[in-house]
């Protein structure tokens, strides 16, 4: 007898995600639906707006990605004008970008995730004598003593005896798939404590370069925090100081504390490994060490893997009008020559026309339209998009820091590769990842100061900064690989305004309806064959959602103008 | 839900000395602002008062109020979290899920009737009957509208919540609009900001916490201590205003020299906020002392207020029509008149602002 449930809100996301399941007689997840519940019209919005502002827009489409839109969309205005930034900018936009995917990865791990597989009242029977000796035999973290273990069991304690469990309150304490020691438990209860507290010394060194975190400034043609080693109203060497120390703790809690972690949780959970998926894995790279029109010299390649075949790595050029194109088979948005093809985002169309059923509502209808997401798809493939996919391509190209580390993981746990494709390996690419960008947080800091050392310190180029410079009509694409994947924006400027901005979006791609084939997405695809405890507590369907660390504001399509006014919205 | 900890007990629970949490109630009364005299009244206050629920909607937002709320400094977000409210409904940070998590928003309303704060984190969408955001099949509206009908108070997070933001920047396509504009019978902060600073978003809270009251607000409706004056007027690149000093291009020499960035579109004359007293990340910078003109994100319809790189208008005094060039000049040649200009076109500068928020109140 089939079963079907409804996970909404799911919590610890961004945004706003839900998610149906339909359960076979064993209670295994036969088919799932993910949809996206809220939609803001951005594109209408900037329309006929200054380009130069457009990263600010985009910006907020994400708080919590909060710097991968900007960047974006400041190369795409870049591109369309024929821009090329000085190198300190280059270089402060890298820098800014693995801050952010350090900072993201960390908070994702011990705060959206890691109660996926953590019972925080299992930590209350711990013995702090032996979670003090499992911390200090996994890290050399100094806060390990039997007596803080000990004084934070009571602190907890004393917490759930007050009746307010507050974030804590209802969730799934005691479920069958929690298997972690009640001292794993609470040295996890401890690092997410600290996480808390540590994620925002990490964004400090956005607030250096860009006034300020959440939603630093960025600028087309370069970044505005001019550098001046002869002020103190500018990048000194009192900034550069307060960046390299956050740059060293942030290296130091990633080594000591998360990546111990992490292998530490996963070694009890390696026998779950539901989850796969698509395997299909699809990324642009960033992360450019010359230009951002030179893929070669991206330290994250870009590239494809179609069904789990390491050995090939397919080009991928988002310019090309064949390659990435959004289908709305199941969105709800209709296209002006058809609902049946996809559009390439420079010809893409956004005409929402809500079909589903009025609010109050039980469930979605399924077989016809049910998400504000559309559906994008490379060479008509679903793609999935993020860590694990940025890991594979890197693994297979054979970058040496990837292989060792991944070959590390996986010989610690004992498992093969193929353990890689699962909801696991997600969660483990994730980390292996910030560690790899913890590092590129240094190697930039100090590509930074060699430069301005050898006496470059210039940050902005104002060559296009005029709009009377800039041709009439131009087309650009801008990208980033942001924590949750591939992002790309394309841009049409015409008279010196917005005509058309497009964005295709990692959560629309992994968080997607069907296409038109009828063909899932990564996160439907990913939870179809897993077996659920208990129907009522859908433990195990929040932890394969939240290993693609889902970001529905973005997703939730967002920008694209092609003069379609919205006044044509029609509810059926 | 038998046993409320009061904070100070909370405080003891958790290992925190007598000594250590007088300090702490020393630092808030500096914090806020108040006379060290009011430090045993806060003592007092922490001592006797139990944890207040909260409930954190999410409407139509991208969650940097959530995440800027995290960065806080002082108190630092586990403090509060767990030990100065009870945070039982977040999207963001809650455990629970799907009916589980609307299980205990609805527990709380009956249980806390009147007593708990709703905090509304983005805005609502009221064209077309709600679809644009749903929640567990509702509309937002609704669920907006059935929480905060048992709330003691409503705290509208960021601009989103508190003027509109992004998505009600022209043309508005899916009528996204404020809290206060559909909670009309409840006390409503606004706390606007894209997001707003870290710790002024912990200080409207421990505000309340303390006082047992919102803080007193302007006709904005948010809170004096931090949107009482621009940003122009406690910004460090003030003098160079003054003086006539301007960036005129970015990275140009002026621009390395932390000068004024008024001719580079700086919303800082006509934008209340903290941002330059306290500025961001505990005091690290803030967007102009990074070189990059003020967005004005605080102020009601900033994004239509653009472009962003545009000068929004020139000083006008006196039946003059001057701007910055001219007052520059006549900063360098008098130093003590062009002071003099610039404090009354500051004034009537005010004076539209107040006048713009007239017709905000009213539309």
């Known amino acids: ?572 | 839900m038998e046993k409320k900890e009061t904070f100070a007990e909370v405080f003891e629970a958790r290992g925190v000395k007598r000594r250590d949490f007088l300090k702490f109630c020393s630092l808030m009364s500096v914090y806020l602002g108040l006379a060290p005299t009011m430090v045993p009244r806060i003592v007092s206050a922490m001592e006797k008062k139990p944890r207040i629920p909260v409930i954190w909607l999410h409407g139509l937002e991208c969650t940097c109020c959530s995440e800027s709320f995290i960065r806080s400094s002082h108190p630092i977000v586990a403090d509060i979290v767990l030990n100065m409210i009870s945070l039982d409904y977040d999207d963001t940070l809650s455990a629970a899920a799907g009916f589980q998590l609307e299980e205990i928003r609805k527990k709380i309303m009956k249980e806390y009737k009147g007593k708990f704060i709703l905090a509304v984190e983005g805005n609502v969408p009221l064209k077309d009957n709600g679809v644009y955001c749903t929640i567990n099949g509702e509309s937002f509206l609704d669920v907006l509208k059935e929480t905060a009908a048992d709330a003691m108070a409503v705290i509208a997070w960021g601009s989103c919540a508190s003027f509109g933001c992004v998505q009600s920047a022209r043309p508005n396509p899916t009528g996204a609009t404020p809290v206060h504009k559909i909670i009309k019978n409840k006390p409503v902060v606004n706390v606007p900001g894209c997001p707003p600073i870290a710790e002024v978003m912990t200080g409207v809270i421990t505000h309340f916490l303390t006082f047992g009251k919102l803080p007193d607000l302007d006709r904005l409706k948010r809170p004096k201590t931090f949107y009482g004056v621009r940003i122009h007027d406690k910004c460090e690149r003030r003098p160079y205003f003054d003086a006539g000093m301007f960036v005129e291009s970015f990275d140009d020499d002026g621009a390395r020299k932390g000068w004024c960035l008024y001719k580079m579109g700086c919303k800082g004359p006509t934008t209340y906020n903290a941002c330059s007293s306290i500025k961001w990340n505990e005091g690290v910078s803030f967007p102009i002392g990074s070189g990059h003109p003020c967005l004005g994100c605080s102020e009601p319809d900033f994004w239509d207020n653009g472009p962003f790189y545009t000068r929004r208008a020139d000083v006008s005094f006196v039946g003059v029509n001057s701007n910055a060039d001219k007052i520059g000049v006549v900063a360098v040649g008098a130093a003590a008149a062009g002071m003099a200009a610039h404090a009354i076109g500051t004034a009537i500068k005010k004076g539209t602002s107040e006048s713009k928020t007239v017709e905000t109140e009213e539309d």
């Not at chain 1, 690419?429 to 050392?453: P, S, V």
């Not at chain 1, 405890?533 to 967002?558: G, K, Q, V, Y």
Request: glycine share 8%; charged share 20%; proline share 6%.
């Open chain 1, 1 to 572: 007898m089939a079963k079907r449930i409804v996970v909404d809100p799911v919590s610890r996301i961004e945004g706003h995600l839900r998610i149906e399941a339909v359960l076979d007689g064993n209670n295994t997840i036969k088919e799932a639906y993910s949809s996206g519940t809220m939609w803001r019209g951005l594109e209408i919005i900037l329309k006929g707006r200054d380009p130069r502002d457009a990263w600010a827009f985009t910006q907020r489409i994400c708080g919590v990605c909060t710097t991968v839109h900007a960047l974006a969309s400041i190369r795409c205005v870049e591109d369309a004008l024929g821009v090329e930034v000085p190198p300190n900018a280059r270089i402060i936009r890298n820098l800014m970008n693995a801050t952010q995917q350090t900072q993201d990865h960390l908070v994702h791990f011990y705060h959206l995730h890691a109660l996926d597989w953590v019972d925080v009242v299992s930590a209350l029977s711990a013995d702090p004598a032996e979670a003090s000796r499992i911390a200090q035999s996994i890290s050399p973290w100094p806060k390990s003593s039997v007596g803080y273990f000990k004084d934070l069991k009571a602190r907890l304690q004393a917490f759930v005896d007050s009746g307010q469990l507050g974030i804590f309150s209802n969730a799934y304490w005691g479920h069958k798939g929690y298997l972690l020691p009640p001292e794993v438990n609470l040295i996890a209860v401890a690092h997410y404590l600290e996480a808390l507290d540590f994620q925002k010394e990490i964004v400090k060194i956005h607030t250096v370069f860009g006034g300020k975190n959440p939603h630093p400034n960025y600028l087309v043609g370069g970044m505005a925090s001019a550098i001046n080693l002869n002020s103190d109203r500018a990048i000194n060497i009192e900034r550069l100081n307060l960046v390299k120390k956050i740059i060293d703790d942030t290296i130091t809690f990633i080594d000591q504390v998360y990546i111990p972690d992490l292998i530490a949780i996963a070694g009890y959970y390696k026998g779950w490994l539901y989850g796969g998926g698509l395997g299909n894995y699809l990324a642009y790279g960033d992360f450019p060490e010359k230009s951002v029109n030179d893929p070669n010299s991206f330290l994250w390649p870009r590239g494809a893997i179609l069904n789990k075949d390491l050995n090939t790595i397919y080009d991928v050029d988002p310019k090309d009008m064949s390659q990435v194109k959004e289908e709305i088979a199941h969105s709800w948005y209709t296209y002006s020559n058809g609902n049946g093809k996809g559009l390439h985002p420079w010809e893409g169309e956004t005409n929402p026309q809500y079909t589903g059923p009025q609010p109050p509502y039980k469930y979605l209808d399924v077989d016809k339209k049910y998400s504000w997401l559309k559906t994008p798809r490379w060479k008509d493939n679903p793609m999935e998009v993020g860590p694990l996919s940025r890991v594979l391509i890197q693994y297979a190209k054979g970058d040496p820091m990837i292989v060792d580390t991944v070959n590390y993981v996986l010989k610690t746990l004992n498992v093969g590769p193929e353990a890689l494709f699962s909801t696991l390996g997600r969660t483990a690419a994730r980390g292996i990842e910030c560690k790899q960008t913890a590092g590129f947080m240094l190697h930039f800091y100090n590509q930074l100061m060699e430069n301005i050392k050898s006496g470059d310190v210039r940050t902005f180029n104002d060559r296009m900064w005029d709009p009377e410079r800039w041709p009439s009509e131009c087309q650009g694409f801008g990208f980033t690989e942001a924590p949750r994947g591939a992002l790309g924006h394309w841009i049409h400027i015409k008279d010196q305004k917005i005509a058309d901005y497009q964005i295709v979006v990692p959560s629309t791609w992994n968080a997607s309806p069907r296409d038109g084939k009828g063909r899932s997405g990564a996160y439907e695809s990913a939870l179809k064959g897993t077996p659920m405890d208990d129907p009522n507590m859908p433990l195990e369907i929040l932890r394969t959602i939240h290993s693609f660390d889902p970001c529905l504001a973005c997703a939730s399509h967002i920008m694209d103008m092609n003069g379609n006014e919205i006044t044509t919205v029609k509810i059926s």
